[in-house]
């Protein structure tokens, strides 16, 4: 099947674009009000993107509480999303309004970051601490601003629970990372394998 965006006449049930692009990695956003409110969300659109400086962003659709708030501040924590606080996870993902603690309705602790005045998952495998860069609306081919407010960080520090340390490298197989897929599904990526790049001729 092929299909123009433009229309959407894909004729499935859902739209598959998201489906599409899986499976994407979940940012956890702890960020810190102004007024010394906390809020915890997580974001799917979120990933790595520059190791050199250490580049993150996350993408939300419309400015909701987690970019107020990095606006208001200029910082934000990412905590790592593992299969044993999934469900915590998808409970701090509930439309509260401004002010309300996520990380109370979840049943998480918000640890004080080191390097950076936000809260953190403290039950996280891992944590980047994060100052921003950059706050802005992609545009579309049309020029238009999309409704997505693209937040860029700069991880600053970073926490790792010796947990899932094994032989010097981060082990997925104990840290069993959950991931978005399409739809209301996710998947978990423990099931590691290794694959080495080909050596040029």
Known sequence: MFYSTDTDAHGLAHDPFKAIVAPRPIGWIGSKG???SLNLSPYSFFNA???RPKLVMFSSSGRKDSVRNVEETGVFTASFVSR???EKMNHS???APYGVNEFELAGLTAA???LIDAPYVGEAFAVLECGVTDIFQPKGLDG???ENFM????VVGIHIDEAIIHDGRLDMALARPVARMGYMDYSEGS?????MRPKAP
């Open 34 to 36: 102004r007024d010394g």
């Open 49 to 51: 993107v520059s190791d």
């Open 84 to 86: 044993n606080l999934v």
């Open 93 to 95: 993902s509930i439309a």
């Open 112 to 114: 004080p970051a080191r």
């Open 144 to 146: 238009q601003a999309s």
């Open 151 to 154: 937040v860029i960080g700069q």
């Open 191 to 195: 099931d590691v394998f290794e694959m």
